[in-house]
């Protein structure tokens, strides 16, 4: 399988480089610049991502010098560029006019990367550096009003763009990115699900031998397809523990277990752990603290559980790509966005084993693995829900009562998607519970009760999402029948932010 590695400097828009090169039927693979990168004959391109440093600073990310001795096409986008530009004795100064947003750019000479582009084009710029002095043997390809926009040397087979190809405002940014993976690095277009199945099942019987696996079952779409991929692979030697954290949606519990009904084979235990979960969270207001202490809860019933089955030597959980990027600095420099409950490892006094089947996978990829295993649609296109629950949308302490007064407005709001026929036109939607009160009137009596927040957005990938435009006529008959039915609820708003800047959960 022909592979794209993507080495990553920080840059928050790593994924979508990756999501851009899977888009086309060719694999890639994200990993840290300070990694001692593996090439094998199917690595037929490296690309250099952006960062937030600059190249001339003292402690900057650098380039690994091995990675020009591959004789490989390397193509460095915006930081990456720059690198390269200090790497082949050009130099790199600080601009005088930064360049942030659109921007044009002109393309004065065609080479291989740039074919197919218009003689002027709207790219997405984030940059305050430039290219003072071009490295010997390199064109420039295009520029901006401002600095040296595209660059190659076809001699060496390295490419350099200031702009950033892989985000939807770069109008021609597909095409560049075309260019580079299939005329430059001559790749093949043999990505998909069908040899991701049969590639991942052999691995699992290979990793697991003849040890028995535990999988923690959420009910969500990662880990339906997980237990899916796993029952094929390992069939009798998995169990499928599904947790009642008591942070769950209204029938959540009863919905979930009847689902799973379709596995005939799997053994699937359901353990009670509510008063475990609310007792650990009590005063707890943090995110990443709530967070970090539903994942050890979680842990802990697990290797409770693993004592009951002595032959259980791996854990094997729903983690996918975003859930990884967003938790950890696995990517370099790059920011942790939020701890994800099930990434980072496990605790040092673990006794498992990890296994992640989709763990390389994005959320449109996993359906996509779902369909083709033949689970029913209805359960693979279900609208992703967060692992820890309900605790993350409750800003602020997680109790029973607040919990309970969630579960109704979340039930109202989701029942009136499916009745308008909107559920399946958007990709996530919930409500949040605000530790903020407001004053109300009700039967002519002063309220001073709870806000409630609705968030619907659209995504594929859900590494970036939009707000969903949802008609104010149906917002008009959700906030009505929350504050008519929930108590402890007078104000319902609207969250119009899409991601980034925000994230689509709220913790």
Not at 38 to 55: C, F, M, N
Not at 65 to 81: A, D, H, N, R, S
Not at 212 to 224: A, C, Q, Y
Not at 479 to 491: A, D, H, L, P, Q
Request: hydrophobic share 35%; charged share 25%; with cysteine.
């Amino acid at each position: 399988m022909d592979k794209i590695i993507i080495i990553d400097y920080g840059s928050q828009y790593n994924m979508l480089i990756s999501r851009r090169i899977r888009e086309m039927k060719v694999y890639s693979l994200v990993v840290p610049y300070h990694s001692d990168i593996q090439i094998t004959d199917d690595v037929k391109g490296i690309i250099l991502s952006g960062g937030p440093a600059s190249v001339y600073d003292l402690l900057s990310p650098e380039l690994n010098q091995k990675i020009l001795t591959y004789g490989l096409p390397v193509l460095g986008i915006c930081y990456g560029m720059q690198l390269l530009v200090q790497a082949f004795k050009g130099k790199v100064s600080k601009g005088v006019i930064r360049e942030y947003g659109k921007n044009k750019i002109e393309n004065l000479i065609y080479g291989q990367l740039n074919q197919g582009m218009s003689k002027t084009s709207t790219v997405w710029m984030s940059h305050s550096d430039q290219t003072e002095i071009m490295p010997e043997g390199f064109h420039t390809l295009a520029t901006s009003n401002n600095s040296i926009a595209m660059i190659e040397n076809t001699e060496k087979n390295i490419y350099g763009v200031q702009f950033h190809p892989e985000v939807t405002h770069t109008d021609e940014g597909r095409l560049l990115l075309e260019n580079f993976v299939f005329n430059i690095c001559k790749t093949t277009p043999n990505w998909n699900v069908e040899d991701f199945i049969s590639t991942k099942i052999q691995k699992i019987k290979e990793e697991v031998k003849d040890e028995s696996v535990i999988l923690g079952l959420s009910g969500g779409v990662d880990s339906t397809v997980s237990a899916a991929l796993l029952s094929l692979a390992i069939k009798d030697k998995l169990t499928a523990i599904f947790v009642d954290t008591g942070q769950l949606r209204k029938h959540e519990a009863l919905e979930v277990l009847k689902g799973y009904g379709i596995f005939k084979d799997m053994n699937i235990i359901k353990v009670d752990a509510k008063d475990q979960f609310y007792d650990a969270l009590k005063g707890i207001t943090d995110p990443e603290e709530k967070r970090k202490i539903i994942g050890r809860v979680f842990f802990e019933v697990f290797e409770n559980e693993k004592s009951k089955h002595q032959d259980a030597t791996f854990l094997a959980q729903g983690t996918i790509y975003p859930d990884v990027i967003e938790s950890i600095s696995v990517s370099g420099p790059s920011h942790t966005i939020k701890s994800h409950h099930n990434v980072g490892g496990l605790p040092k006094q673990s006794t498992f084993k990890i296994l992640e089947p989709l763990r390389e996978l994005f959320k449109d990829e996993v359906r996509e693995v779902g369909i083709s295993l033949g689970l029913d649609r209805q359960m693979v296109y279900r609208h992703p829900f967060p692992g820890p629950g309900l605790g993350i949308r409750i800003i602020g302490e997680v109790t029973k009562q607040q919990v309970a007064i969630l579960q109704e407005a979340d039930h109202i709001f989701i029942d009136e998607l499916r009745k308008h026929d909107l559920y399946d036109q958007v990709s996530q939607a919930f409500v949040v519970l605000l530790p903020v009160k407001t004053v109300g009137v009700m039967g002519d009596q002063r309220t001073y009760e709870q806000v409630a927040c609705i968030r619907s957005v659209n995504s594929t990938d859900f590494m970036t999402a939009d707000v969903s435009r949802l008609p104010y006529d149906f917002l008009d008959i959700v906030s009505t029948r929350i504050v008519n039915e929930v108590k402890g609820i007078n104000r319902v708003t609207y969250d119009i932010t899409s991601k980034p800047p925000g994230t689509i959960e709220w913790e």
